[in-house]
């Protein structure tokens, strides 16, 4: 016997055993219809879809079946966690917040005072933001961990866009009065963006493009820190590498200082040593979180006793005295200034949300507590519009910070309210003694807390995973390397929208096969043990079928068939595809593009004299193609409940038609 006869009589048993195996199920087995759901009411359809949408998490849950005292005190309770938590409240709870806020106390007032000069403002206003924020936070907020103040990106992206529209020398006073514009309109978009529920928003900015972009800044930042480390006097106001390095090496012969220099690597070298003490063993966390304080203290008292500021180190000089002014108004309510401070502070205003927002998921986590993003805006936003009446820039939640708030055993929002005590505290007496603290010490203390927002682990596993996302990280953070911080952040928002919008329009498809010993059809490329129908063809569609990508679908699908053709040709016997089975499981919505595009399927298969088959299209997609009639126009015995089911139907066909 010839081995082509071999192949026809292993088709005939294969086809066979599919009719046998479908006469034994008929006779076990009820082949299930797929259900109709019952129609509903236009305006419930429309209240759920808006509530599932808006309010997904049910806010009004606990007001339910409660009396109006009651609600009233849940509804201050919403508003203001700490009347909640507070309750709860004990002394082993403030000596843990007591510690922590003592700890990120020393940790942010150097910082504080660097990330000022970052957003090209006073020293004081960065304690200023360190000082009310985190008190509105501490009754707002509803992480416990979060540690509220300046940080270095979002202070690099304010000083950015404003010094685009004003000098901050030249223009000190306007260019103020356009960052409490700025902080004032970042405060109400974070405010609108959580009362609105709309915290979704945020979402869109991914995971790789964050990581990207996050790592750009922390490299110009670093960058910019030169001026301060090399004891530079003239430096570009371009924060792009080639516009820096260039005045770099041009200042190279005479502008750097070696005292400056000195001291700026002596203390990062200690820096960098405490950190690498507290990662290397935990229970030493403090030594890193109080190394920038001390940093401080003896580089000022080295400066002070040896007069090196007269040798040309440059120092902070005066801080001024006193706890915040009020800044109302400042805040350009009007004239040409109102746009742009509208602008900038949108802008500052969400990447401050997504920075806070991911580092309260973290520690949340962590801790196994919930956290309602949509309050966190709500008083992310509350904070910043309180701060720009009180002389404070942009605010949110600090990564380095909050690390050491945990690390430390924070128990409450309390160790924001220990810290901004002591940020009164040095306001109002301590002060004066920043005089001569030497602006490298500064530039070092911030190189040392932005070498950890470039996350080379975080790109690796990109790298390994995705490499589409490897390309988002990548073009965000030259975006910001090569270009400037205002590029880099669109770079990353264009690349997220640009990976959601080729999910969208290109879906996966898949053609399954049947794995051995089982009703199981799955993708013939992950299992490639499954084995096709003989004269079926079973499509997966991996997405919902809209008008922006339904098209593709169709055409898609009518490729596969062509290609099953073909090999169904060069074979030396083989069945020709009869059935189209399109398996619609993870197909969770259509359009009426999208019907059409089946419609338009149908009219193509039914010149091929294919049948097409549907299998387990869910509610929603069977409702709209009932209410579209297109299931009369396939017939309704051709739409199955599984592939299994749709397969034993179109069996006992293929064998009669078999000569």
Same mark, same amino acid.
């Given at each position: ?22 006469? +034994? ?32 998490? =049910? ?45 990120? &106390? ?100 991914? +995971? ?41 090496? &041009? ?203 470039? =996350?080379?682990? &975080? ?163 069977? =409702? ?12 309704? =015995? ?22």
């Amino acid at each position: 016997m010839d081995r082509s006869t071999e192949e026809v009589q292993t088709k005939e048993m294969d086809i066979r055993s599919l009719s046998s195996s479908h006469r +034994h199920s008929q006779s076990e087995r009820y082949i299930h219809k797929v259900g109709v759901p019952p129609k509903q009411n236009l305006f419930k359809e429309f209240r759920e879809t808006l509530k599932e949408t808006f309010f997904a998490d =049910d806010p009004l849950r606990p007001f339910k079946d409660q009396s109006r005292s009651q609600k009233f005190i849940l509804g201050i309770q919403t508003i203001f966690p700490i009347f909640e938590w507070g309750r709860k409240y004990n002394l082993k709870k403030l000596r843990g917040d007591l510690i922590a806020g003592l700890t990120i &106390a020393s940790l942010c007032i150097p910082q504080d005072i660097g990330y000022a000069k970052l957003a090209n403002l006073d020293p004081q206003y960065g304690l200023y933001s360190s000082f009310v924020p985190p008190l509105i936070y501490a009754f707002m907020g509803s992480s416990r961990d979060i540690a509220i103040g300046p940080v270095a990106v979002v202070s690099l992206l304010l000083g950015t866009m404003l010094q685009n529209e004003l000098d901050p020398i030249n223009e000190k006073d306007q260019y103020q009065r356009l960052a409490f514009t700025a902080t004032f309109f970042a405060g109400i978009t974070q405010v609108t963006l959580g009362f609105l529920r709309l915290g979704f928003l945020i979402d869109f900015l991914s +995971h790789a493009a964050i990581v990207g972009f996050m790592g750009g800044a922390a490299v110009t930042i670093a960058l910019q820190q030169l001026k301060g480390f090399l004891g530079i006097k003239k430096f570009t106001k371009k924060s792009d590498i080639i516009s820096v390095m260039h005045s770099v090496v &041009a200042s190279a012969h005479h502008g750097w200082n070696w005292q400056t220099i000195a001291i700026g690597a002596s203390f990062l070298s200690f820096l960098l040593f405490a950190k690498f003490i507290g990662k290397k063993n935990k229970k030493f966390f403090w030594v890193p979180a109080i190394a920038p304080l001390i940093s401080v203290i003896l580089s000022t008292f080295f400066v002070y006793i040896t007069r090196a500021d007269k040798q040309g180190v440059q120092i902070v000089k005066n801080i001024k005295k006193g706890i915040n002014p009020s800044s109302v108004n400042e805040i350009y309510f009007s004239g040409d200034y109102l746009l742009k401070g509208f602008r900038i502070g949108v802008v500052a205003g969400m990447i401050g949300l997504t920075e806070a927002i991911a580092i309260g998921r973290t520690f949340a986590a962590m801790k196994d507590y919930q956290l309602d993003g949509n309050k966190e805006m709500v008083a992310l936003g509350a904070m910043n519009v309180v701060g720009s009446m009180t002389s404070c820039y942009v605010a949110t939640g600090s990564f380095s910070r909050s690390a050491v708030n945990y690390m430390a055993g924070c128990e409450t929002a309390v160790s924001n309210i220990v810290m901004s005590c002591v940020v009164f505290l040095t306001l109002e007496f301590i002060t004066p003694l920043f005089k001569y603290t030497p602006n490298a010490i500064l530039a070092s203390i911030i190189i040392n807390a932005v070498i950890g927002l470039i =996350d080379i682990g &975080a790109a690796t596993l990109l790298w390994k995973i995705d490499k589409f996302d490897f390309v988002a990280c990548m073009g965000a953070f030259f975006g910001v390397v090569f270009s400037s911080v205002e590029i880099g952040l669109l770079i990353a928002v264009s690349i997220s929208f640009a990976k959601i919008l080729l999910q969208v329009t290109r879906p996966r498809t898949a053609i399954l096969g049947k794995v051995p010993r089982t009703t199981v059809y799955r993708n013939i490329q992950q299992y490639p043990e499954a084995t096709k129908v003989p004269g079926v063809l079973i499509v997966r569609v991996d997405s919902a079928i809209y008008f922006s990508n339904s098209n593709y679908v169709k055409e898609r699908i009518l490729r596969w068939l062509e290609d099953e053709e073909e090999e169904v040709k060069a074979a030396t016997y083989q069945p020709r595809i009869q059935f189209l089975i399109v398996e619609m499981s993870p197909v969770t919505d259509i359009d009426t593009s999208g019907i059409h595009a089946l419609e338009g399927l149908h009219r193509s298969l039914e010149k091929r004299e294919v049948q097409l088959i549907l299998a387990n299209p869910g509610p929603v997609v069977m =409702d709209k193609l009932h209410a579209s009639s297109f299931t009369s126009l396939i017939g309704e =015995d051709n739409i199955f409940l599984t592939v299994a089911d749709a397969v034993s139907s179109c069996a006992p066909k293929l064998v009669e038609e078999q000569p």
